[in-house]
């Protein structure tokens, strides 16, 4: 079955301890990206990944790195969370450029305290 | 500075009724459109649209894209309580695709 897929799914945290959010799809696309997603705001897209070792910055990148050293995982690394950063966090991936539709991982739930 | 902006944010109807959710944009290097439906999850792909004045229908669901006038439209008619839900735009340029803030839509029995 094709999907992307979160881990975990539901984190509760403390400001400061560094964690990372997985991120893998099985469909070989070529396309990856993180979003969080907060109370009206929408989708806002915080980095991108066009293929392996190629990423750039979304609109909300502070705070974040990522990586992209294998086709199918993007994890999202937070080095030093901070309560701003909770949220709903979503993975996404789509074959060719950012044109495509997306799949979407079931989104991962950060509370940093 | 690019932008997409949804209307309405929240909309209650009834069984049956039909509905109009908007989109507009103002996006460098636009490719298409594209409307995601998000329930309890991730949101869903219904559709994506690249060419003017061209309708995409699939069930009750139809949309269409004006790219003169930088927007497009989203219509369920017969409306069910399945179709509760957060409706999502997103203008997709060469290399991102940047999301509305989304329409609540709430179908009341």
């Known amino acids: 079955e094709a999907q992307v897929t979160q881990n975990p799914r539901y984190l509760i945290t403390v400001t400061g301890k560094k964690l990372t959010v997985t991120c893998s799809q099985n469909?070989?696309?070529?396309?990856m990206s993180w979003y969080r997603q907060d109370p009206g705001l929408g989708l806002r897209q915080i980095y991108y990944?066009?293929?392996?070792?190629?990423?750039d910055k979304g609109d909300v990148p502070e705070g974040y790195k990522v990586s992209r050293k294998e086709k199918r995982n993007f994890p999202l690394i937070l080095e030093s969370p901070s309560p701003n950063q909770t949220s709903l966090y979503f993975c996404?991936?789509?074959?060719?450029?950012?044109?495509?539709?997306?799949?979407f991982g079931d989104g991962t739930r950060l509370s940093i305290l | 500075e690019d932008k997409v902006v949804q209307s309405p944010l929240s909309l209650v109807v009834h069984e049956g009724d039909t509905v109009t959710l908007n989109c507009s944009y103002e996006?460098?290097?636009?490719?298409?459109l594209l409307w995601y439906k998000q329930e309890k999850k991730a949101p869903t792909f219904l559709f994506m649209l690249t060419s003017s004045g061209i309708e995409k229908k699939s069930g009750r669901l139809s949309s269409i894209l004006d790219k003169k006038e930088l927007f497009s439209i989203l219509n369920i008619t017969t409306t069910q309580t399945g179709d509760s839900a957060v409706y999502l735009c997103a203008a997709s340029t060469n290399n991102d695709m940047r999301f509305g803030a989304g329409t609540r839509l709430t179908v009341k029995p």
């Open positions: 990944s066009m293929n392996v070792e190629v990423t």
């Open positions: 996404a991936s789509s074959s060719g450029q950012g044109a495509m539709p997306q799949h």
């Open positions: 469909m070989n696309h070529e396309y």
């Open positions: 996006v460098t290097n636009f490719r298409s």
